[in-house]
């Protein structure tokens, strides 16, 4: 993702590009696995942990970055990989659930620490109660993967 590309992005999602959106953008464009923010912090070590906080929290709230509580005690963060369907719409009655249409599994390894998306898996639909507002899913299945079960045989 080249910085055209990101301000584009960020644009899209009515998001000001300043230097540090951009290159926490870029940064997700690079990874292919969630990362925390920590990891950001650590890649980019020129930009300070407050704007790195401040800067995810606008990219949660405009539907950019989905989070992904993975039982680590780290939260991880990963970009919403339809842009243009995650955008926020002021005619949608719960922002909030519905912009992030982004929904698949994640899979924790228990062995090595790594979390990474499943999104090729589908995600049976969950009726709520009525009277119940979704604001929120998180679909993370724990165990081993197919590199650290490999190398126990």
């Known amino acids: 993702m080249n910085m055209r590309m990101s301000e584009e992005i960020l644009e899209c999602h009515g998001i000001r590009p300043t230097p540090v959106r951009v290159l926490v953008l ?75 249409s982004d929904l698949h599994l994640h899979f924790h390894c228990t062995v090595c620490g790594k979390t990474e998306c499943l999104p090729d898996s589908e995600i049976p639909p969950v009726s709520l109660p009525e009277g119940y507002v979704g604001h929120g899913a998180n679909f993370v299945i724990t165990g081993i993967c197919a590199s650290c079960a490999a190398r126990r045989q």
């Open 26 to 100: 870029e940064l997700f464009g690079r990874v292919s696995d969630p990362v925390s923010a920590l990891d950001i912090e650590t890649a980019l070590h020129t930009v300070d942990r407050s704007s790195i906080s401040r800067t995810l929290a606008l990219f949660m709230e405009t539907g950019l970055l989905h989070s992904i509580d993975d039982g680590s005690g780290s939260v991880k963060y990963e970009l919403c990989h339809n842009c243009a369907v995650t955008a926020p719409h002021e005619h949608e009655p719960d922002v909030s659930f519905h912009r992030h």
